[in-house]
């Protein structure tokens, strides 16, 4: 598979270099766009559109979407101001969104401001190889401008946060400062009375909030009022480098904390001008040990940084080799995962950042409180669902994310939850999960009847991560305790009875059930092999096999396909477990089980919903994304593949209904039931955990031997894993991939793990040329028509007010006499200088009117007022597409000159893929009216 997979990246590659002449087109049209997503108390989304209004425009919100985060953009150019983030009622005419595109790590939002065409970049890193930046509880926001009328322009921009960021109480009074370590300008904020490991409204209510910008010329910024602070940039297009010392609650009367830049006069920025957005606590997890003491566990950074202050000066200055690396990273995913299918990558760009930020990264201390490097452990909230810790039934949908990020993060995750039951000996299956109150993990929490479910779903997530990590180490640790889940389920997973499966049923029997069990037994066989136990290794096999063959007399019914329950004919099911068999690679079930289910899918599929299949025979209307993501992965014909990964696309794009990204969903109705903005939906990277090639797992003893080293004796010698015949083929692979193209480009297999022994696939990957991607700032591959959103008031904080959606206004449009392809020139590459020389404040004066309207500030509007103060303030935006619609073929500005970009762009490459008729309907929607809301999909 690894050849191919090869092939077909580097032809995409090059393939895009060809036509990323013209912008991609937007193909998602998502309700919740991913802001700023990095951990499970920093998750803050666009709530684009869960209302029928395409032209509003709101505050950004928490993923709860309960919740405003106060957030603003603005940029005044010739002295008139725009709002681009944020529904300041007086900020100013809101931007037009012209183009929106998601990448795993980016969403970026293409606008017009007046004579400017902005570009602003959210950009939340993803750091596989670095697990200390990785922890970084910080994201990117980065603007560019560029003159649309070719003459230049005296710019400012400007942006803030309120204290919303701090907690979900919103009368939490709250204290502030204006820092400058000498590289970087911050703003730090925090609560009076901050309460650790609590929370409110999903928000935590022990950490501290920061906005950050590197100090440098034509830098401002205040702490005031909402109202004091915005109408002082919009007057004089800079601030007072004053701080309020009226500390007070959030609100009602909002303190923001804004930085300002006067680029002076420009045609385009040089550089792009970033703030960085963090929300910070430390400790992260409390956690009782095995031992019974309670253990508070610090962020990962602290091993490296010895204050935020240094994590803040890190963090702002990194940005350029951040954005690379983010690039880089965006290029190897989408670029696998469009060879799937353009669907396929759309789902896993929306995926990314919510499933990676369902973890904490934390390092243990000692009773000094001093950290200890050699303690590492993962965190995982169950977001969406509820509050509990480490949730195994979700560590095992998310799971191919993290396998193909990085898969020791896997092992992070799960050792904790291994460790903690290495001494429950009177407990034959595993717990569910560590707690039920994030971030308070107070033990390892087993129920007699999650027994199969979750001793399965931990014995095949310890075998998956040590098969692409390479690293036994856990494997020998935990043997003891993994062979009695292992004898646990081989007595009970074949007629499950008094047991309940992931998705909450209960009945007995249950064939999908029984088959996860069955193959973690399976799986017991390779950890044995693994472990050097080859007696056990044979038993496990050979239970394995009996279990497997009576499974499938009991499981099968008067048709051909496996029946939801034995005996119960007209029952079905997703099979979904039967993925684990393709995620460990031990082919396992017969292949005409699997021929035979996808057949009966395809049937299926001809009168399913198009949102998808439900999860199974008794469950209605319910489907779930992770689940119909992994039945995709393992069906053997790309047809039934493909309209699986459908379903979910729809579901995704169908923003007629509120809510993050949810797992599980009506699909009738589109609502979204549970799993909002939750870490399930990393299962979408089920076949990406496909493309990484399995490694000799070593059981080599680690260096770090964190103490609870037991094993079974020392002679473990490894390698049941097939790495050297992979790397053969590898090697030949990419032989004839030389020879048939010239140049290509290959983005560098992410490592697996932290510097692990993995030789045989690196050395591979590396001797095809590492190019690295993009020009750092070339928006190739950016935009896509997307819809302006317009803005609307502050919605209440009230649990029951949805936000109305509309881009914050994101808003734009874009015209562009100007190439994009300017941005490429050699001499714009450069992030070193600014040319903020030529500024000329005398330009600016702000009408009176504007003035006037300063005096409404910011007010709490409720939902439903919002929408219609939203119809009247912007309906400007209604506007129809600017005469260089990106989207049609023959503006394609983008490209230009830039050719020294050849931008790998997979989403061009997307967008040529889309059909043909789509392409055309888009574009004609976009025409007639810009912001329509995406496609509605017909209910049955
Ligand atoms: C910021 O400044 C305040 C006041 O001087 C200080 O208490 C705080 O520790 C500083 N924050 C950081 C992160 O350095
Ligand atoms: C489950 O299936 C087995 C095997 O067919 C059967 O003996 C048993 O009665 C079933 N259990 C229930 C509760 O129906
Ligand atoms: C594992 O089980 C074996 C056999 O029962 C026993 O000898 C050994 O001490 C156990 N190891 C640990 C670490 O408990
Ligand atoms: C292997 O995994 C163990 C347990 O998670 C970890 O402590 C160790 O650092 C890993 N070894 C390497 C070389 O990454
Ligand atoms: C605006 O900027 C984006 C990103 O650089 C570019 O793709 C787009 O073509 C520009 N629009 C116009 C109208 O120049
Ligand atoms: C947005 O588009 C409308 C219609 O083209 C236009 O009238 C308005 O000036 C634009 N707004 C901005 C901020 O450019």
């Given at each position: 598979m690894l050849p191919h997979t090869l092939w077909s990246f580097l032809f995409l590659s090059v393939f895009s270099s060809f036509v990323s002449a013209q912008g991609p087109v937007q193909t998602l049209f998502p309700a919740s766009i991913p802001l700023a997503v990095k951990h499970p108390y920093m998750s803050v989304w666009y709530a684009s559109s869960n209302t029928s209004l395409p032209l509003s425009n709101s505050w950004p919100v928490f993923w709860g979407q309960a919740s405003i985060i106060g957030w603003a953009g603005k940029i005044r150019v010739d002295g008139t101001t725009y709002k681009w983030l944020g529904n300041d009622p007086n900020g100013g005419a809101p931007a037009n969104v012209t183009n929106v595109q998601f990448t795993p790590t980016r969403t970026i939002f293409v606008m017009q401001a007046g004579p400017m065409n902005l570009t602003v970049t959210f950009l939340t890193p993803i750091e596989p190889d670095d697990w200390v930046k990785q922890s970084i509880p910080f994201s990117y926001i980065s603007v560019e401008a560029q003159s649309l009328d070719g003459n230049s322009h005296a710019v400012q921009l400007y942006s803030d946060i309120s204290?919303?960021?701090?907690?979900?109480?919103?009368s939490s009074p709250v204290q502030w400062s204006n820092n400058n370590t000498g590289n970087t300008l911050f703003h730090e904020i925090e609560l009076q009375q901050p309460q650790q490991d609590v929370e409110i409204n999903h928000q935590a209510q022990d950490g501290k909030a920061y906005y950050a910008m590197p100090v440098k010329t034509g830098v401002s910024w205040q702490i005031d009022t909402d109202q004091n602070t915005r109408s002082t940039f919009v007057s004089n297009g800079n601030l007072h480098n004053t701080a309020s010392t009226a500390f007070a609650p959030i609100s009602p009367v909002f303190t923001v904390f804004a930085i300002a830049i006067d680029l002076g006069t420009?045609?385009?920025?040089?550089?792009p001008v970033t703030w960085s957005v963090g929300y910070v606590r430390d400790p992260v997890i409390s956690y009782t040990t095995a031992t019974g003491a309670t253990q508070q566990r610090r962020p990962l950074w602290a091993t490296q940084y010895s204050s935020v202050a240094d994590v803040i000066d890190a963090f702002t200055a990194d940005f350029p080799a951040a954005h690379d690396r983010a690039v880089a990273l965006d290029a190897q995913i989408l670029g696998s995962a469009s060879q799937i299918s353009s669907e396929y990558a759309d789902l896993v760009a929306l995926a990314t950042r919510q499933a990676v930020s369902a973890l904490d990264f934390t390092v243990g201390t000692d009773s000094k409180g001093n950290v200890d490097p050699g303690d590492v452990k993962l965190f995982m909230k169950n977001i969406g669902t509820?509050?509990?810790?480490?949730p195994v039934e979700h560590i095992f949908a998310a799971f191919p994310t993290y396998l193909y990020l990085n898969a020791s993060w896997g092992g992070a995750l799960l050792e904790p939850l291994l460790e903690l039951q290495d001494n429950q000996v009177g407990q034959q299956f595993a717990a569910q999960d560590l707690g039920d109150s994030y971030p308070v993990a107070s033990g390892a929490r087993g129920a007699a009847a999650q027994g199969i479910e979750q001793s399965g779903n931990m014995l095949i997530t310890l075998l998956a991560q040590a098969r692409l990590s390479g690293n036994g180490t856990l494997l020998i640790q935990h043997y003891n305790t993994t062979k009695r889940w292992a004898d646990y389920l081989n007595n009970n997973a074949l007629t499950p009875n008094g047991q309940r499966n992931a998705d909450g049923e209960t009945s007995a029997n249950m064939t999908n059930l029984a088959i996860k069990g069955i193959i973690g037994v399976k799986a017991m066989a390779e950890i044995a092999r693994v472990v050097g136990e080859e007696v056990d290794a044979a038993q496990y096999d050979g239970q394995a096999a009996a279990l497997l063959g009576e499974w499938q007399s009991l499981a099968t019914g008067t048709s051909s396909h496996l029946l939801g329950r034995y005996g119960d004919q007209g029952t079905w099911s997703l099979m979904y477990n039967m993925f684990a068999d393709k995620m460990l690679g031990l082919n396992f079930i017969p292949q005409t089980v699997i021929s035979e289910q996808t057949q009966f899918y395809s049937s299926l599929l001809t009168t399913a919903s198009q949102l998808g299949l439900p999860i199974d025979s008794d469950s209605g209307q319910t489907s779930n994304a992770a689940w119909l993501l992994f039945t995709s992965a393992f069906v053997s014909d790309s047809t039934v593949r493909d309209n699986l990964i459908k379903g979910v696309h729809n579901h995704a794009n169908f923003n007629q209904s509120s809510g993050v990204f949810p797992e599980i969903y009506n699909d009738a109705t589109g609502a979204g039931l549970n799993g909002f903005a939750g870490p399930a939906l990393g299962a979408l990277f089920s076949h990406l955990a496909l493309t990484v090639p399995n490694t000799t797992i070593s059981t080599a003893t680690s260096t770090t031997g964190t103490g609870d080293g037991n094993g079974n004796g020392g002679d473990h010698k490894g390698g049941s894993s097939n790495g050297g015949a992979i790397a053969g083929g590898v090697i030949g692979g990419l032989a004839i991939v030389g020879i048939a193209i010239g140049i290509f480009f290959l983005i560098r297999r992410r490592r697996r793990n932290q510097g692990f022994d993995e030789r045989e696939k690196i050395e591979i990957v590396e001797q095809a040329p590492h190019v690295p991607t993009l020009a750092p700032y070339s928006y190739y591959e950016h935009p896509a028509p997307g819809s302006p959103r317009a803005g609307a008031g502050y919605v209440p904080v009230s649990p029951h007010s949805e936000t109305t959606a509309g881009f914050a206004g994101l808003g734009s449009g874009g015209d562009g006499q100007h190439g994009a392809g300017h941005h490429l020139s050699e001499g714009n590459l450069a992030y070193a200088t600014d040319s903020f020389e030529s500024m000329q404040p005398s330009a600016v004066h702000v009408s009176k009117a504007r003035e006037a309207a300063q005096t409404r500030v910011h007010a709490y509007a409720p939902s439903i007022a919002t929408s219609s103060a939203v119809g009247s303030a912007l309906g400007s935006q209604t506007g129809s597409a600017s005469s260089r619609d990106p989207l049609s073929p023959g503006s394609g500005s983008a490209t230009g000159s830039g050719s020294v970009a050849t931008s790998l762009s997979p989403t061009d490459v997307l967008g040529l893929r889309a059909e043909v008729e789509n392409l055309r309907r888009v574009m004609q929607e976009i025409r007639a009216e810009r912001f329509e809301p995406p496609p509605e999909y017909v209910e049955e």
């Open positions: 204290a919303e960021w701090l907690s979900g109480n919103r420009i045609t385009l920025t040089s550089d509820d509050q509990r810790v480490s």
